[in-house]
């Protein structure tokens, strides 16, 4: 099967780097903006943390159902235009949040629904998103720049929340007209994107099924690549107190919409000088116990944060998760790159993205429902514990994992 046309030098473009991670600053921008708004308007009309776990849970079902056959598309289409079209589907989902909002409905589901069609562009674009930055960077610059992306990134995550909570002052237009200019300036990145191709002309030889289950059978046979998507799953699955953040706001901590912004965006402030450390200094040795140890960190904070009364301890154990998960994020997506040649980069991130990025809303849906059984404290910390039990089974099921060494190690 043929992989790739010429790699020289000239392929490699300044400008399209800074183009892809300019435009996952923005979308990243817009979707904390518009998670931000969202959450404070259902529970604002709802006052259940059941309401809240929906919202993953609409996000949940089309992303799981829509990722696999995403990835197979982004393999065998441009990545880019399958990226930019998808983006700009959130684009209208966020125009659709703004009519829906000035027409003030006093029932939650027709945000469901839309959470529903904003799913589904998800599911297409994190395979797509997540498989193009190895195509815009020589191999050699690849952890650096995957470091550089996650700073961008998490700086994003940091401005989303918070903006989107004083925005959220000024009423619908603001909010979500925002969110929509982002998507769709992303898109249009997305479109003047350069970079190396791959030759697909050999790739339809096998059916589509064949291929979607070519990139599952890939994951599975390699435990490196496996036991790190899977225990980031269960980690953001057990772990993840984000979805229960309007009730500790108004009803905990006891703070209104801007201060909501602002714990969102506190993990991805200990996140952002993380991945810039990472950035200057990259792991070298021992990046599979790193990745253990993170998460294990990201488990006692999370326990920490569900157990606290005090605003600024909570910002504290909030930016605690943050950092510690990317060390997380960072090894696991250095090591799925360097693991996966390129003709299947596109399945294998929608297998990634299926684990990681479905998880966060199934995570969110089984916090509303842990939350609404055994109440929000305790639900936070049963997930916390949850997650260091998950790191001491994983280290015993997964021993290359464990003992992975240098990143590169695991080189297609």
Same mark, same amino acid.
């Given at each position: 099967?043929?992989?790739?046309?010429?790699?020289?030098?000239?392929?490699?473009?300044?400008?399209?780097?800074?183009?892809?991670?300019?435009?996952?600053?923005?979308?990243?921008?817009?979707?904390?903006?518009?998670?931000?708004?969202?959450?404070?308007?259902?529970?604002?009309?709802?006052?259940?943390?059941?309401?809240?776990?929906?919202?993953?849970?609409?996000?949940?079902?089309?992303?799981?159902?829509?990722?696999?056959?995403?990835?197979?598309?982004?393999?065998?289409?441009?990545?880019?235009?399958?990226?930019?079209?998808?983006?700009?589907?959130?684009?209208?989902?966020?125009?659709?949040?703004?009519?829906?909002?000035?027409?003030?409905?006093?029932?939650?589901?027709?945000?469901?629904?839309?959470?529903?069609?904003?799913?589904?562009?998800?599911?297409?674009?994190?395979?797509?998103?997540?498989?193009? %930055? &190895?195509?815009?960077?020589?191999?050699? @610059?690849?952890?650096? =720049?995957?470091?550089?992306?996650?700073? /961008? *990134?998490? +700086? !994003?995550?940091?401005?989303?929340?918070?903006?989107?909570?004083?925005?959220?002052?000024?009423?619908?237009?603001?909010?979500?007209?925002?969110?929509?200019?982002?998507?769709?300036?992303?898109?249009?990145?997305?479109?003047?994107?350069?970079?190396?191709?791959?030759?697909?002309?050999?790739?339809?030889?096998?059916?589509?099924?064949?291929?979607?289950?070519?990139?599952?059978?890939?994951?599975?046979?390699?435990?490196?690549?496996?036991?790190?998507?899977?225990?980031?799953?269960?980690?953001?699955?057990?772990?993840?107190?984000?979805?229960?953040?309007?009730?500790?706001?108004?009803?905990?901590?006891?703070?209104?919409?801007?201060?909501?912004?602002?714990?969102?965006?506190?993990?991805?402030?200990?996140?952002?000088?993380?991945?810039?450390? %990472? &950035?200057?200094?990259?792991?070298?040795? @021992?990046?599979?116990? =790193?990745?253990?140890?993170?998460?294990? /960190? *990201?488990? +006692? !904070?999370?326990?920490?944060?569900?157990?606290?009364?005090?605003?600024?301890?909570?910002?504290?154990?909030?930016?605690?998760?943050?950092?510690?998960?990317?060390?997380?994020?960072?090894?696991?997506?250095?090591?799925?790159?360097?693991?996966?040649?390129?003709?299947?980069?596109?399945?294998?991130?929608?297998?990634?993205?299926?684990?990681?990025?479905?998880?966060?809303?199934?995570?969110?849906?089984?916090?509303?429902?842990?939350?609404?059984?055994?109440?929000?404290?305790?639900?936070?910390?049963?997930?916390?514990?949850?997650?260091?039990?998950?790191?001491?089974?994983?280290?015993?099921?997964?021993?290359?994992?464990?003992?992975?060494?240098?990143?590169?190690?695991?080189?297609?």
């Amino acid at each position: 099967m043929s992989v790739e046309t010429s790699s020289a030098p000239t392929l490699y473009r300044r400008r399209d780097f800074f183009s892809f991670v300019s435009g996952r600053f923005l979308s990243t921008v817009a979707m904390q903006v518009q998670s931000i708004a969202i959450g404070w308007q259902i529970y604002d009309i709802e006052r259940t943390p059941l309401a809240l776990g929906l919202v993953g849970a609409c996000q949940f079902l089309p992303m799981f159902l829509l990722t696999l056959p995403a990835g197979e598309i982004a393999d065998r289409l441009d990545q880019r235009r399958v990226y930019a079209a998808a983006l700009a589907l959130q684009g209208l989902c966020s125009g659709l949040f703004l009519l829906l909002s000035l027409a003030a409905p006093h029932r939650a589901l027709p945000f469901y629904l839309i959470l529903i069609l904003f799913g589904a562009a998800r599911g297409f674009s994190a395979p797509s998103g997540s498989s193009l %930055l &190895a195509f815009l960077v020589p191999q050699e @610059r690849l952890a650096r =720049s995957i470091a550089f992306n996650s700073s /961008i *990134f998490t +700086v !994003a995550v940091i401005a989303g929340p918070a903006l989107g909570g004083a925005l959220y002052a000024f009423g619908p237009f603001a909010t979500y007209g925002t969110c929509l200019a982002g998507f769709l300036i992303a898109a249009a990145l997305m479109l003047g994107l350069g970079g190396r191709r791959i030759d697909r002309s050999a790739q339809h030889e096998a059916s589509r099924l064949a291929r979607v289950v070519e990139g599952i059978r890939f994951v599975r046979e390699r435990p490196v690549v496996l036991g790190a998507i899977s225990l980031d799953l269960f980690a953001v699955l057990l772990g993840g107190a984000v979805a229960l953040l309007p009730v500790y706001a108004r009803d905990i901590l006891h703070q209104g919409p801007l201060w909501l912004g602002i714990l969102r965006a506190s993990p991805a402030v200990g996140a952002a000088v993380t991945a810039l450390a %990472l &950035a200057w200094w990259p792991i070298r040795r @021992r990046a599979g116990l =790193s990745m253990f140890a993170c998460v294990a /960190i *990201f488990g +006692v !904070a999370t326990i920490v944060f569900g157990l606290s009364r005090n605003l600024w301890l909570s910002m504290a154990a909030l930016a605690v998760t943050g950092a510690s998960d990317m060390v997380s994020v960072y090894v696991r997506t250095s090591l799925i790159n360097f693991a996966t040649p390129d003709h299947m980069r596109g399945r294998v991130g929608a297998v990634n993205m299926l684990f990681i990025g479905a998880s966060n809303e199934l995570g969110e849906f089984e916090s509303g429902i842990t939350a609404a059984l055994f109440g929000t404290v305790r639900a936070v910390v049963i997930g916390g514990l949850g997650t260091l039990a998950v790191v001491g089974v994983w280290m015993k099921l997964f021993p290359p994992l464990r003992d992975v060494d240098k990143l590169t190690d695991v080189s297609a």
